[in-house]
């Protein structure tokens, strides 16, 4: 296939060459709501399909933190026909899994009523259970038990890998889920077979043991790294009123009480067509494929009411917050600014902001590694979310040197920006880096899919071609007055982090 | 018609098939194996199409793409983490991080990283076990600028002074997170396990080592190893094949220095006696790995042993492990199997998941019992069937960009498969097809003796071994030999930590 060029306008700027690429979306809306991109491509007998829902942990509430993601987990549980040898009998058993579940959580409030009087330590220890818990248990694990004898394993996923199929995965941030495979080009009916199944009648199975999972998941990236517990607080602290300000995995006491009651009405009013977009990439002809999703995908019922949106914003922050941590870490700084949201028109500038202070030839690596050297590591990150955004940057404290000399030196490189316009060339060399991804990113039909689910699920995929343009237009002087507008003292959140004592190498002084 | 235009056309029969999909709908089925699918045939391109020997020594494999105005060009150095000398752990990473980002004689690192910038191209260099790389991706409009920097870069770099002094920092800075992170002591603990430390890949970098490298070593090390003859090349992208040929011909003529023969890889491997090796740390959940010795991947087991695997442990959602450990117990966010055939000398089995402290114990007798059972019994033909497609019908994945195929084919020939067998991937899906339940059987019950398992654990010892009142399972039970208590190593030196000097917890 070819590429058109777009934004002559850029050939001025770029001698030689320098016309950014647009990825040629065929868009379509189905009669019942869903919105459907297309972008042919035919340089391997693939297809890349994947569906974003306009769900994310943002749409949560306290007490239910969390289901977005576990839900995601709960997607891949099969339909009435895949994933169990006797229908009638499993949707028996789950009622029957649900009963007694009703009756642990009865107990569980009374652990937690024990737990605010402290008599109870620690209620994630199995010793602490009342006995009349650990009875139900056993009960529900009878259930577990029968329903294993008709239960067919992951034969989701079986029918896709025996056909082919490959990648299969699913992710969930605070404004979007996100669902996605590659399938051979001849199996493309599958594909909406199974997805369009998935979304009409899907059965939620195995659900407890899947919570369980979910929580090893916690354990396994926020828990028990290094610093995932900390980042996760400094997280809850920087967002004020935003639900931005829990994590999308959940609170730690949020995962275990979800129910499947709860996931059954998060699903009806999140999961309707009009909150989902469908999205294919690869070798397949447009014309056949929107007539096969209007086949599959137009029997779905169009949901009763439209799922609210985030009304939350964010209260300006009046003072600078800070957290000083001790950690099995490198000391290092990590400071954030509230910023703007995905599409604001000061998010390009801000993108160019990054860009100057990172890489080989990036403020932060001349300036703080390599001139002050009072950094090892340095990092920045312009994150523009649905409904807002924060600018992050970085460094890891050098032996020798402190964390006063790390982050004053972090502070006087984002003074240069305020205050100095950008030198010209400077300004042209990031604009070029830009242009150039507009090419390297379409290298294959997955990054393609992956940019259209993102950028949707923020909440335009047109974005994927218009962001090049609009940042080519950034002006230095454009990023003086985005810098000073943001960069202020009383709109930022510092972490400080040390080396906990006791945790570093021989020679290391205690802290 | 040039090569690339033969290749082309391939795909584009192939999308010429899917056209006559267009067929009356029929009612949705109620199930899938009831849909029925037009053809798809899929043939791999074949390396002596692409393969072009340069009159300097090095196998260059060229794939000219014209859908974007990029080049891509790699070249693989025969030499590794294997040939640092005693004392000098960390020279080949060294040579390798410092490479493109030193400066050249003619331009200091500054002005080199400014003009590739400017030019948004990418120039990068690593030296990692057992290959080093040097690989450029730039605008197609730069090629003769790009190619002259990296003709600089590979036969002057400058090693400048002051970047040298950087990474040798930061070297010493990321030694001091080795024992923070639980993933990053069993990755290391394992290596040991497996390997023995008399083994070269087992000889990290110290403090010591590191602040004994001087620029003078990396330059001789440079003019020792980085020569055309220990070169193999992988060129993509948009250009003319005469052309590039002939620019590819002058970046490797007259180098100014001769350099050595790399000498062959240690193949010394030494695996621990079976048995419990548990690293205390204080992480609410413990990390587990389970060993067995392993083999190459010429060994004539392996294709059996790939379908093997996947069905134990190796298929994701579809095996047997994660089937088991995660969706019917819920026990643990991964868990899985590899039995990769290692190129140069055997890389062990290995079986590895995660779980809340009390229930390690419990989820490692359900792999230990996973692994025993696919000896005792054959497979089904519904896993058979799974797992095969799941190598066959995914194969054209392998080559779906120009890019990748050139990458592959130089892979091959620079691991020699090549040479030994030039239709590797011609006959590929044809021996994975032929491998039967009776094949699998053989193989696990060859290679697989969970009795002899080395099982590492990282993780809360105490809690772990106390193990949950649910599950009746001892974790010191399970392997035939004793506990081993594993001390966390110096991160600076890598010595065992010795409990009696007060200085070190």
Redesign the interface.
Known sequence: ???RPFFAGLLALLP??GTA?QIPVVEKQLPNGFKLLMVER?????VAGGWVAHIGSSNERPGITGIAHLFEHMM?KGTP??GTKDYPKDVEIIAAQERVRDLMRAEESIMRDQWRRGELADLTK??TRTDRWKELEKEFKKLIDQQ?EILV??EF???Y??????D?NAFTTEDMTGYFI?V????L??WM??ESERLLRPVFR?F??????????R??RT????LGKFAEQFNAMFWDAHPYNWPVIGWPSDIPEISKAQADEFYSLYYQPANITLILVG???V??AE?QVN??FG?IPRGNRPPPEVTTLEVPQLAEKRMNADA???PQIDILWRTVPFRHKDGYALNVMEQLLL???GRLYKGL??GR?VA??TWANQDSKKWAGAFNIGA?V??GKTHEEVENALYEELDRLKNEAVPE?EL??VK??F???A??R????FPILMQLVVNEGLGDWREVNEAFAKVQQVTAADVKRVAASYFTRENRTVARYSRKA???????PAP | MNLFQQFSSVVFLLSGLLACQSTLAAPIPDRPEKLSYPGLTFEPPNPADYRVLLKAGPVAYVLPDRELPLVNISVTVRVGNYVDPAGREGLAGFVGHLFARGGTEAKTAEQMDERLAFLAANLNSSIGDSSGNVTLNLLSKDLSEGLALLRDVLTKPRFQENRLALYREQSIAGMKQRNDDSTAIEGREREFLAYGDQFWACHYDTEASIQSITRDELIAFHRKWFHPANFTLAVSGDFDRTDIIARLESLLADWPFTGDKTPPIPTNTRIAPPGLYIVDKDVNQGRVSILLPGVKRDDPDYPAILIMNDILGGGGFTSRIMNRVRSDEGLAYGAGSSFRGGIYYPETFMATFASKSRTVAYATSIVLEEMKKIGENPVSNEEMQTARKSFVDTFSQRFATKAQVAGTFADDEFTGRFANSPNFWKTWRSRIEAITRDDVQRVARKHLHPDQARILVIGQKEEILQGHPNHAVNLKELTANRLNIVPLRDPLTMKPKDKRDPAVQ
């Not at chain 1, 828990?223 to 290094?226: N, Y």
């Not at chain 1, 379409?442 to 039909?445: E, G, M, T, V």
Request: net charge negative; charged share 35%.
């Open positions: 296939m070819t590429y030689g060459w690429q035919h340089n391997e007998p693939r891949f026909t895949l199995i010793e294993r394993k992951n996923d079986r029918i890998t025996t056909a082919g199929a490959s299969m590659n051979p080009a001849n199996k009916e599958l077979w199974m195995e407890y043991a899947e919570r369980d999972v979910v929580f090893e998941e354990r396994m828990e028990s790294t290094p070798d397949f002809k014309a056949d007539r086949e599959y029997r099995e870490a490198n890489g080989r030839t590694e390599l050297q090892n590591t890891e050098k032996d060339e042209q060399k070029n880096n242009a150039a991804a090419f390297r379409l290298s294959s039909d006791g945790t570093g190498a021989k020679a290391d």
